[in-house]
């Protein structure tokens, strides 16, 4: 139940990133450099750097909560909402995943005209590895395209 | 032995990191001062001259060399209404001058209405957010939304500005702008400078201003009676000493008998009738806000509608020319009891008339050149004494409100066909 | 000596967007990019309140939330540990935040239209800078690397 045109956007050049909370309802965030949509389009996988895991992970295993918000340059953007499943160590076959959307998202950043010496540390600058691979279920989906219909449910 | 080898070290580290701060505030000073006492030359500069053009030169020029500020520019309010208008600007590719801004409008407008400064880093991220949203609102359905297009004078690709509004007391003479194309290009400490440089240049520009104006109204003064100066200073009307074209109700007028009468008597008695006529007619030309656009001893050359518009010029012209004929009618008593024997001839006339300054450098006048001057100047040389004569044109107009006779058809020099003509006798009684 | 230091200013200009992550009574998390979270002084920021939202809704429930906001130049970025306070309809903040709204949407046609309805003003926590997280400028030559 997650869109076409959402598992498109996952996929880069979206910038992303994800949200959890404690329990004490104080939330936490992290960059998220690349994603997976699996095939049952319902499950994903997200990758996040290793320096940012610690907090995040103990969170998910208080109470398993993650929001995923995903932004293309042009503010179109969405929100998934969903129960955590699992983590594990980035592979090989991650990392690769995560350079084919680090040079997706540079390009789209070049194409809308931001000069390179912006764009290239912005969307290269950031330790992606080591890292972990956080995979969650998909419960909601939100339109967060800035304006009057953001938060508008999808599924 | 190790311990104290450590602590040595450790503050060695600590001296040179101290050592790093102190210079950087020695920096930090030393740029505040410099700053400062240039900004104390600037307004010494602006402040000691008049010239409004050479005030914002300085300003501009100033704040480029000294300060770093390459891109600038000063708005001017509009006299009367609620806008501005670039009157300087340094390091643009093309010139801006003359670019009007409206209140509410950009940066600048918005500053100029709230009379507040801004300070903006991020033009380029907050309009594309700014468009994804209105996107968002007409695919929703929005109405009103305005078109984008209407241009403002700035950088081509701005993405920093930083608006001061030039105030004196609280009165809004206009805003100093500085823009960069780089984000983030401004801090508070620039806005601290610029708020310095904008009060000196604010009391500055409007006291050159001022100036201005008086110098406009002791021109304007030499051409037109003192209200109609003020009137046109006020009203920010175009410079009427600029050539232009205007319609107007032109009214000749003079006294039949007067060239005999001159050859025959003394001068000083010709000079004390003409004073006394003078009086009268310049007296009630003032009254009917009329201008005088010359007078050769008995004639007299007077229109409606310029330089100030009214909206009924040959109803002005009409009881003008009444009350004049009355009022030498009055005066011709007296004369006729000295044995002189003058009476007013008048001609009226309306149409297009090509109007500004003419002559030579130490002698202008205000003139106005047409067929309709020669128009009325020829009725008028038809008119018997207490005629009022008027074209067919201009009894349409006031048909309402006067009683004519007409007066048939006449050939007059200069014009090829005979021309209607028509004599006033009064007002209708219902006027 | 509040907790953000001149160093964090120009990751408050609005020249990157920010992400906020509020949270539900309910646990659930909610995370939104924002376009500017606004410097007021050295222990509050502010953030515009321009259509109701869920995250407004949030705060409104359970005032913490996280702001994480990047400098365009070193392109370091900041968590900020926040906590929702009370919110504007005038004053000094408003007037500051007003003003650029109003400006940029005359410059898109939406004079009247998009306004700020509120300034809602939040108290700082806590500020932690992140340091682990940037791969140096001289090493990003291409595509990957590593930190």
Not at chain 2, 112 to 134: D, T
Not at chain 3, 27 to 46: I, K, L, R
Request: proline fraction near 4%; hydrophobic fraction near 45%; charged fraction near 25%.
């Amino acid at each position: 139940m997650i869109s076409d045109r959402v598992v498109e956007a996952i996929h880069g050049p979206a910038v992303m990133f994800a949200g959890t909370r404690n329990e004490r309802l104080y939330p936490a965030q992290t960059f998220v450099i690349g994603a997976i949509a699996h095939s049952d389009h319902e499950t994903i996988t997200f990758f996040i750097p290793e320096s940012r895991s610690e907090r995040i992970l103990s969170d998910l295993n208080n109470n398993g909560r993650v929001a995923l918000a995903v932004s293309l340059i042009t503010h179109e953007a969405y929100q998934l909402k969903g129960v955590y499943l699992s983590s594990r160590p980035t592979d090989a076959k991650d990392q690769a995943v995560q350079e084919v959307y680090r040079s997706k998202l540079l390009s789209a950043f070049l194409r809308a005209s931001y000069p390179e010496q912006i764009a290239k540390p912005l969307v290269l600058g950031f330790a992606y590895q080591p890292g972990i691979a956080i995979t969650f279920r998909a419960e909601e989906i939100f339109l967060q395209t800035p304006g009057p219909e953001a938060g508008k449910k999808m599924n | 032995m190790a311990e104290e080898k450590n602590t040595a070290v450790e503050v060695k580290q600590q001296i040179a990191e101290n050592q790093q701060i102190i210079d950087q505030l020695n920096r930090q000073l030393a740029r505040k001062n410099n700053e400062v006492r240039i900004i104390q030359q600037i307004s010494s500069e602006i402040t000691s001259t008049l010239d409004l053009d050479r005030i914002l030169e300085t300003i501009l020029n100033a704040m480029d060399r000294v300060l770093g500020f390459q891109h600038a520019m000063i708005l001017l309010k509009d006299k009367s209404a609620d806008k501005l208008t670039v009157a300087a600007g340094r390091g643009y590719e093309h010139t801006t001058i003359g670019a009007e801004v409206a209140f509410g409008h950009g940066v600048v407008g918005v500053v100029a209405e709230r009379k507040k400064m801004m300070r903006i880093g991020n033009i380029g991220a907050s309009v594309r957010y700014l468009m994804a949203v209105r996107a968002n609102l007409q695919e929703v359905g929005q109405q009103d939304l305005s078109n984008t297009t209407a241009k403002l004078p700035s950088l081509p690709n701005i993405q920093s500005q930083l608006a001061m509004p030039l105030l004196v007391k609280d009165r809004l003479i206009g805003v100093l702008v500085v823009e960069s194309a780089k984000p983030n290009a401004f801090d508070e400490l620039d806005e601290i400078l610029l708020t310095i440089v904008a009060n000196q240049a604010a009391t500055a520009i409007d006291n050159a201003r001022m100036y201005q104006m008086v110098e406009q109204l002791s021109r304007l003064k030499r051409f037109f009676s003192p209200q109609l100066a003020e009137l046109i200073l006020i009203g920010g009307t175009e410079d009427p000493l600029k050539t232009h074209r205007r319609e107007v109700t032109v009214v000749f007028l003079d006294l039949r008998g007067f060239t005999m009468f001159a050859e025959q008597v003394e001068p000083e008695e010709v000079m004390g009738v003409l004073r006394d006529y003078h009086a009268e007619m310049g007296r009630l030309i003032l009254e009917h806000e009329g201008t005088l656009e010359r007078f050769t001893g008995d004639g007299m050359m007077i229109f409606f509608n310029d330089p100030v518009v009214v909206p009924n010029p040959a109803e002005r012209a009409l009881r003008m020319a009444l009350a004049m004929r009355e009022r030498v009618q009055e005066l011709s008593k007296k004369w006729r009891k000295r044995g002189y024997d003058l009476a007013l001839g008048i001609g009226i006339a309306q149409g297009y008339a090509t109007i500004g300054a003419i002559g030579f450098e130490g002698r202008w006048d205000y003139g106005a050149i047409g067929t309709v001057t020669n128009l009325a100047a020829r009725l008028c040389g038809e008119a018997k004494g207490e005629q009022i004569l008027v074209s067919l044109r201009v009894a349409g107009e006031v048909e309402d409100l006067i009683e004519v006779e007409e007066v048939g058809l006449l050939t007059l020099k200069g014009f090829h066909k005979s021309i209607p003509a028509f004599n006033v006798l009064g007002m209708k009684s219902n006027a | 000596m509040g907790i953000l230091s001149d160093e964090i200013k120009p990751a408050m200009q609005g020249v990157i967007p920010s992400h906020l992550v509020t949270c539900a009574l309910d646990g659930t998390p909610n995370a939104t990019v924002v376009s500017q979270v606004y410097y007021v002084d050295s222990n509050h920021v502010a953030l515009s309140y321009q259509f109701f939202s869920k995250t407004i809704k949030n705060i409104r429930e359970n005032p913490r939330a996280l702001a994480s906001v990047i400098n365009p130049e070193t392109f370091e970025s900041w968590d900020l540990e926040i906590e929702y306070d009370h919110s504007e309809t005038s004053g000094p903040v408003f007037d500051i935040m007003d003003m650029q709204i109003e400006a940029i949407a005359s410059m898109t046609g939406m004079k009247g239209i998009f306004k700020l309805r509120a300034a809602d003003i939040y108290r700082v926590i806590s500020a932690t800078k992140n340091v682990d997280e940037r791969i140096p400028l001289s090493e990003i030559g291409s595509v990957s690397g590593t930190a």
